[in-house]
C-alpha cells in the first residue's frame, strides 16, 4: 500500500470483517474496490455508509471466475490485494466441506494466479502487496497452557480450518516461487457491529432477546480470544501497509474467555440494557458438543506489536457493550438475515 496512487482491492468486503477494513480504509482516504460474490454470508448494508464515496467501488465477482478477476485487475490495476473472501462458518464446514475446498483453496488458487499475472504485466512493483487474512484455527487446538506463535506448527482440525491452513500455504509458495510480494495475517476470534447471526456472540444476543433457549456446545468450557472487529480492520490495513513481505502476524485481543463465561457476560449486559422478567442467563442450556471442537485457542500477538506496533485498542467488556448496544440499535439489519438458508438452525453435528 504504499503506492497510494493504487487502488486496494478487497475480496470479501460485504461479508463481516471486510466490510470493517472497507469503511475503515475509505475513511483514511484510500480509494477501495470491493470484490464480492454475495454469498449467503454477505450483506451490502455494512458498507452502506461508503456506498456513495468517490472512493468507493463495488465489483460483484466470485474468486473462482479467473476471467473477472483478470477484467477487475486490469479495469483498476491494483497496489495492494487484501483476500478475505471465505466460506467461514466451522459448523457449516462439517456439514457441506466442498464449498470450502472450492472457495477456500481453489478460489485463492485463482485469485493468486490473477494477481501473478497482474504485478508481472505491471513490471514485478516491489510494493506491491497480497496480503492473505486467514485465522489461529490452522494452529489447531491448546491445552491450558501456552500461546500460538507465528512458528506454531501447522494442525488443523476441522474442514474449515484445513481449507484456511492449504490457502496459508499456497500464499507463502506463490511469494517463495514466484517472487510474489505476499504477506499473512492469522487472527482470533472476531466479534462487532455487522457480526452475521449464525456466529455465537450474535446468536447469543438474539435468543436472549427472542426469549429462545440460548444453545452452549458441551460444557462451555471452550476457550477464544475475542478481538473486536475494528480494531482487527486498523491491524489490517497495518500490516497491508508496513509488514514485511514475506512474514506472517499473528493478531489477537489479549482476551481469553470460556464460552460460558462470555456468555454469561453478555447475558448481563442485557439484563442492564434491556431488563426481561426474568435474567437471560436462565435461557442457557447446554447442548451435544460440535464434533472435533478445538479446546482452546489463544494468540501470541507480540510481533506484530514489537515489529508493527499495533495493538488492540477495546477491551473485551466494552467491545461486548458495543456489540449488544449496536444489536439492539439495529434490529432491521438482523432480522432480515434471520430467513437465510441454515441461520436459526442448529448445524454441524456431522
Ligand atoms: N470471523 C472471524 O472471527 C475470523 C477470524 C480470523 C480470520 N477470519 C478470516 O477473515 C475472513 C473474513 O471472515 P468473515 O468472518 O468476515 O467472513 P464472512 O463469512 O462474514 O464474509 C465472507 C465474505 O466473502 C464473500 N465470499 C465468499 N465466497 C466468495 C467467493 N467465492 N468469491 C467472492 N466472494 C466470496 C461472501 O459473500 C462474504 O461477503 C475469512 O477469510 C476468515 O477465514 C475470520
Redesign the pocket.
Same mark, same amino acid.
Given at each position: 500500500m504504499t503506492d497510494k496512487a493504487r487502488p486496494l482491492l478487497v *475480496?470479501?468486503g +460485504? =461479508?463481516? /470483517?471486510?466490510s470493517a477494513v472497507v469503511r475503515q480504509a475509505v475513511a483514511r482516504g484510500l480509494r477501495v474496490v470491493n @470484490? &464480492? %460474490? @454475495? *454469498?449467503y %454470508?454477505?450483506c451490502p448494508a455494512n458498507v452502506a455508509s461508503v456506498a456513495d464515496s468517490d472512493l468507493y467501488t463495488f465489483e460483484h %465477482? &466470485? /474468486?473462482?471466475d479467473r476471467a473477472a478477476l483478470d477484467r477487475i485487475f486490469a479495469r483498476h490495476r491494483p497496489g495492494t490485494v487484501m483476500h @478475505? +473472501? +471465505?466460506?467461514?462458518?466451522v459448523d457449516r464446514s462439517i456439514d457441506g466441506p466442498g464449498a470450502f475446498i472450492d *472457495?477456500n483453496v481453489m =478460489?485463492t488458487y485463482t485469485l493468486l494466479e490473477a494477481a501473478r499475472a497482474h504485478w508481472q504485466a505491471e513490471g514485478r512493483p516491489d510494493d506491491f502487496r497480497f496480503h492473505h /487474512?486467514? *485465522? &489461529?484455527e490452522v494452529y489447531g487446538s491448546l491445552g491450558t497452557d501456552g500461546l500460538f506463535t507465528e512458528d506454531t506448527p501447522y494442525d488443523p482440525r476441522s474442514p474449515y480450518s484445513a481449507s484456511?491452513a492449504s490457502s496459508d500455504h499456497l500464499v507463502r509458495a506463490w511469494g517463495e516461487t514466484y517472487g510474489l510480494p505476499v504477506v499473512l495475517t492469522n487472527?482470533? #476470534? #472476531?466479534y462487532g457491529p455487522f457480526h452475521?447471526p449464525e456466529k455465537l456472540i450474535p446468536v447469543v444476543i438474539i435468543r436472549a432477546l427472542d426469549g429462545h433457549e440460548i444453545p452452549i456446545y458441551g460444557a462451555g468450557e471452550n476457550v477464544r480470544d475475542w478481538l473486536y472487529v475494528e480494531d482487527h480492520a486498523d491491524a489490517l490495513l497495518t500490516v497491508a501497509a508496513r509488514g514485511q513481505v514475506g512474514r506472517s502476524y499473528n493478531i489477537g485481543g489479549n482476551a481469553e474467555r470460556r464460552n460460558i463465561d462470555l456468555v454469561r457476560a453478555i447475558c448481563g449486559i442485557l439484563d442492564e440494557m434491556r431488563p426481561a422478567a426474568a435474567p437471560y442467563g436462565d435461557q442457557i442450556v447446554f447442548v451435544a458438543d460440535r464434533p472435533g471442537h478445538d479446546a482452546r485457542y489463544a494468540i501470541d500477538a507480540s510481533r506484530i506489536r514489537d515489529e508493527l506496533g499495533w495493538k488492540p485498542s477495546v477491551t473485551l467488556d466494552e467491545g461486548l457493550r458495543r456489540t449488544v448496544r449496536w444489536y439492539l440499535d439495529n434490529e432491521d439489519w438482523w432480522r432480515a438475515l434471520m430467513t437465510r438458508d441454515g441461520v436459526g438452525k442448529r448445524l454441524g453435528r456431522a
Open positions: *475480496t470479501g +460485504a =461479508g463481516f /470483517i471486510g @470484490l &464480492d %460474490a @454475495l *454469498t %454470508a454477505a %465477482a &466470485d /474468486i473462482r @478475505l +473472501a +471465505a466460506e467461514s462458518h *472457495t =478460489g /487474512i486467514s *485465522t &489461529d484456511k487472527c482470533s #476470534n #472476531n452475521f
